[in-house]
């Protein structure tokens, strides 16, 4: 079992950045590939990032790369998202997962509460 707890979502400008963390607790954090989704008013859940057990493989989906980084620490049992030239097309809520596949698409196994990022214009 994983729990998950995500932090520094808020409110910021067009071009603006911020930084979410997600806190995980459990022994077997570091085995698991983790991710970020999120989900805005009205549309599905959307792949954000993934980051494989080890820190070594990352993934984006197009609409992210360049603008979005993840990382873990897997001593501090934390993963993060560096979210930089911020659109308001990024206003979400954001969602820290653990156990990510790919399969048709990505999924988790254990999901945070969600974290609000507001993009103004």
């Known amino acids: 079992q994983v729990q998950l707890v995500e932090s520094g979502g808020g409110l910021v400008q067009a071009g603006g950045s911020l930084r979410l963390s997600c806190a995980a607790s459990?022994?077997?954090?570091?085995?698991?590939?983790m991710g970020w989704f999120r989900q805005a008013p009205g549309k599905e859940r959307e792949f954000v990032a993934a980051i494989s057990w080890s820190g070594g493989s990352t993934y984006y989906p197009d609409s992210g790369k360049g603008r979005f980084t993840i990382s873990r620490d897997n001593g501090k049992n934390t993963v993060a998202l560096q979210m930089n030239s911020l659109k308001p097309e990024d206003t979400a809520v954001y969602y820290c997962?653990?156990?990510?596949?790919?399969?048709?698409?990505?999924?988790?196994?254990?999901w945070g509460q969600g974290t609000q990022v507001t993009v103004s214009s």
């Open positions: 997962a653990a156990d990510v596949r790919h399969g048709s698409t990505w999924e988790g196994n254990y």
């Open positions: 459990g022994r077997t954090f570091s085995r698991h590939a």
